[in-house]
């Protein structure tokens, strides 16, 4: 087990060591910082949607902590559970003064506070799945290497001007969550719901891309931007949605064998419709023959 642990730790180092020397750096491209929405509202607040937009992450972060401690209303039984969550929703708050501080005046400097809160949420939910899926010890130890990985390519980012390493720790979580949660048996029940979440991560991503053609759509209420903050906060809230609903499964099945399970139910179902209609076609037919 150790040395299959090494070899998987081997070849993602050397997968990363080989992009880092074979492509080129990314630098922050300057024009990232030009929103299409930067309207002045309440009292003279620039950029006032883009900032304000942040304010939900502030609520799920404080629910999420407060439930999480409150007598244990989530009921997690793991110690490193407990940590990983809290990592996650102390990010998830920490996003919504972070991002406001980007928006109020976005540059390079105040990106950082933008772009850290957010890996800390991001990289502990991988711990998270460790956790749960693979090994607790594994996943429980993982947790504060994760989040310093994450905040050293922000670092590497912010020092030599060069995005690729923070690429890599948005990129792969981004497989690899949607893909744990496909494959690996779950330890609780409701995993559909990290399918949601990433969903709507997903179509966050989207809209981002898409600041300015979804501003000119709306006729310039609404930039891509701010609905991206509003989508991207939808992710908490299933997660905590997810926490509150679910419970400890009696069988460890992953959702790919539940929907193939399901799948078989549905085709021996049609197969049953096939031979009652079948036998109803059958009938005046034998009728006919009297
Ligand atoms: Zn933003």
């Known amino acids: 087990m150790r040395k299959r642990t090494a070899i998987v730790w081997g070849v993602a180092i050397l997968c990363f060591v080989v992009l880092m020397l074979v492509t080129p750096a990314i630098p922050q491209s300057q ?5 299409a929405d930067q309207r ?3 009292g003279g607040i620039p950029n006032a949607l883009n900032v304000i937009s942040n304010f939900p992450f502030l609520v799920v972060g404080i629910v999420g902590l407060v439930l999480c401690y409150y007598g244990n209303y989530f009921k997690l039984s793991l110690p490193g559970e407990l940590c990983g969550w809290t990592f996650f929703f102390v990010g998830v708050a920490a996003v919504a003064f972070g991002s406001s501080y980007y928006h109020l005046e976005p540059n390079d400097a105040r990106l950082v506070w933008d772009r850290l809160p957010m890996t800390v949420a991001f990289t502990s ?25 994450g905040i050293v390519s922000i670092l590497y980012w912010r020092f030599f ?9 948005q990129f792969v979580p981004c497989i690899a969550i949607p893909a744990m ?21 997903l179509v966050a991503k989207i809209e981002e891309a898409a600041d300015v053609p979804i501003y000119n759509l709306t006729h310039h209420i609404v930039s891509g931007h701010t609905i991206k903050h509003l989508f991207a906060a939808m992710v908490p809230v299933f997660l905590t949605l997810m926490l509150a609903k679910r419970e400890v499964a009696e069988e460890r099945i ?22 009652i209609s079948c036998e109803y076609s059958a009938a005046p037919v034998e009728e006919r023959d009297k």
């Open 254 to 275: 992953s959702l790919l064998r539940m929907w193939r399970i399901s799948w078989t139910k549905v085709k021996s179902n049609s197969t049953d419709v096939e031979k």
């Open 181 to 201: 949660a496909i494959l690996l048996p779950p330890m609780y029940t409701h995993s559909a719901y990290w399918l949601w979440a990433a969903g709507f991560y």
């Open 161 to 169: 001007d060069d995005l690729r390493p923070y690429a890599v720790v």
């Open 31 to 35: 024009e990232y910082h030009n929103f």
């Open 40 to 42: 002045e509202f309440f």
């Open 125 to 149: 939910i991988i711990a998270i799945f460790i956790i749960e899926r693979v090994d607790a010890r594994k996943g429980t130890f993982s947790i504060v290497p994760l989040i310093l990985a």
